[in-house]
């Protein structure tokens, strides 16, 4: 309670009891046919105590109005706050998107033409994504895209590819095929929705080395669905 409230509260007792007849005076009233004239200082304390239950409910509902109206304010600048924060994210996110948009579409060589890629079943694909997991339980993104590539691609293809084609083509190279770009993006969208920039060209270096130097046919061996994948 305020100060100030308390003062009124105060205040209002002194002069109801100073208001009331007879009750600076402790002698008692007269007795009329053996009993006190009306009980009148109690009638009077008890109008007292009514009127500041009163006065304190009044005081009561307007802390609670005050508190009310603040509450509004305060959910106000608290979205603001969370708008603010989120503003700061979107740049990053912005950054993250257009990197993303960079490896799938954007080339520095002529690209290779599409080519017909290979079919990853649902269930090879959480294979595929549980293979890519650290001893710590944490996926690699560049592994995840990796295994992709590798089973994406026939072996054929990959042999013509191989020190004439990187990601986006560097170095007087060509350029992966935009179909096969936007594929693997594709599956690395689902398993990794936020990918930072340093993540995505370890993905892009990942694969340049697969086509650095010509691996194995069993790198790139066809694979049974019934039969159990392993590397």
């Keep these: 309670m305020k100060i100030s409230d308390r003062l009124q509260l105060e205040n209002l007792h002194s002069t109801l009891m100073n ?13 009329v046919n053996g009993t006190h004239k009306d009980d009148g200082q109690k009638v009077v304390q008890q109008l007292v105590n009514e009127r500041l239950k009163i006065l304190e409910l009044t ?3 307007k802390h609670f109005q005050e508190l009310r109206d603040r509450t509004p304010a305060l959910s106000v600048k608290k979205e603001k706050e969370e708008m603010e924060i989120g503003e700061e994210k979107e740049p990053d996110m912005a950054r993250h998107t257009a990197m993303a948009r960079k ?32 001893s710590s ?34 170095m007087g190279k060509e350029a992966l095929p935009r179909n096969l770009r936007r594929t693997i993006r594709m599956y690395l969208d689902r398993r990794f929705p936020f990918l930072s920039t340093d993540r995505w060209r370890e993905i892009r270096d990942a694969i340049n080395e697969i086509l650095r130097v010509k691996r194995r046919p069993d790198f790139f061996r066809e694979y049974d669905d019934s039969a159990p994948v392993l590397f």
């Design 103 to 134: 490896l799938a579409e954007y080339s520095e060589g002529r690209c290779r033409a599409d080519v017909k890629l290979r079919t990853i079943s649902s269930q090879l694909e959480r294979v595929l994504y549980h293979n890519c997991q650290r």
């Design 137 to 170: 339980g944490n996926p690699r993104p560049d592994r995840y895209a990796s295994y992709i590539f590798r089973y994406l691609v026939p072996y054929d293809i990959y042999c013509d590819w191989v020190a004439k084609v990187n990601y986006v083509g560097l």
């Design 59 to 61: 005081i009561f509902e």
């Design 19 to 31: 208001s009331a007849p007879g009750l600076s005076n402790p002698s008692p009233p007269p007795l």
